[in-house]
């Protein structure tokens, strides 16, 4: 007869379900292991290991690796690996100005994507749009596939209809400040919808794929269209208490002297203003180069383009002490840069930043460690769709208080 008291039953299912997550978080790290040495990282016992070993594997979480060949004595050890086929998300990334949808499998690789670079309609239309995008990528799935879909990401700045002027933008997004989109996609579409700002669904991506296979703390900015940022501590993205987190793009700082700035409209101006991509297609606009998307953006980077150093030192003037005030705050040993654009833009800022940071680094403490983001143009949809991956097998610490999807929108509760 059981003793247990009252929520002992569901205690042990929340820590054998955060037991299974960590295993699975530790093969992703390792690439392959054996049974022996996940007992031994996990510090459970080998018919523990065993137990979940068998549960992830008749799941088609993991599969057989073969065995190691190195020559130890006895029967050599079997070895497990994630199986990318194993689950899958979507993920849907809304911007002001583009919409993408991508499909992604377990080990991160994307298996379609649809893009729309265009100014964000009314609600209404996009979610037309985004649904039937949805339906299109899902195509790539076959019946057994679609059962092992976890779900749909969507990461979108939060405040859609603010700081217009900041970004260089004619146009009224303050409609989306009044809808719940991820309601809306998850009733179109009968799928959980896992929600997140794109700041903070793309360091989870790094988290899940990228650099949190090595750093389990470290603090992440995407320079994008806007700035986007999250923190990860202990191995967990940090939320606060509205999702906003880690905002770097909003932290007070001078106004621009560049010659292409807005007049300031007070003493203090906000870091998006300045560390854009928007600020910096304003610049080279303002000296009569006409730039509309990206590839035209990268190609005044590839030129060596003059108002291309001129936004990067106001771009690295404004970021550094923005990023030295978040180490102050988060004491965090890794800073992680990516960008929409590249040809050489994010080496340049990388060493431009390390150079300012240990420029003005306090007497007793390091310059953090400048490493490449892992996605590049891809963060902000692989960040959309590895959430519901995320949230299903990422062991945080939710999961022991029996809290499994924080921040979704499942249709039966619409």
Known sequence: MSTAG??????????????????????????????????RWAQLTNTAVGSIVQ???????????????????GQPAGLYRVNPEGAYGIGVRLDRTSIETVLIDLGGRILARIAHDVLLPHPDKALALVREDVLRVMKHLDAAQRRRLTGIGLAQPY??????????LEADFRIWDEVDFGEMLAQATGQPV????????AAIAELFFGIGREENDFLYVFIGAALGAGAVIGGESLRGSTGNAADLGLMPVPPSRLDSAPAPVRRWDILLSRASLNA??????????????HAELEACVQAGRAEVQDWLD??????????????????????????DIDSGLIERLMQSLEAGLRAIAPEARQTPRIVRGSFRADA????????????????RADVLRGRFHPNSQETANA
């Open 6 to 39: 009252p929520g002992r039953g569901t205690n042990s299912v929340n820590l054998r379900l955060y037991n299974e997550r960590n295993l699975l978080q530790r093969l992703r790290r390792a690439g392959e292991a054996s049974k022996a040495d996940l007992a």
């Open 55 to 73: 549960s992830l594997e008749e799941s088609r979480l993991i599969e057989p690796a073969g065995r190691r060949q190195e020559g130890q004595r």
């Open 159 to 168: 405040n859609l209809g603010a700081w217009l002027r900041e970004l260089d």
């Open 194 to 201: 896992f929600k997140e700002n794109d700041g903070n669904a």
């Open 280 to 293: 910096l297609a304003r610049h080279l606009r303002h000296h009569g180069l006409a730039v509309k998307d």
């Open 314 to 339: 106001d771009c690295v003037d404004a970021l550094v002490p923005s990023i030295r005030a978040s180490l102050a705050v988060l004491d965090l040993p890794v800073v992680v840069i990516d960008c």
């Open 380 to 395: 902000g949809a692989i960040g959309a769709a590895s959430l519901p991956m995320f949230f299903s097998f990422s062991p």
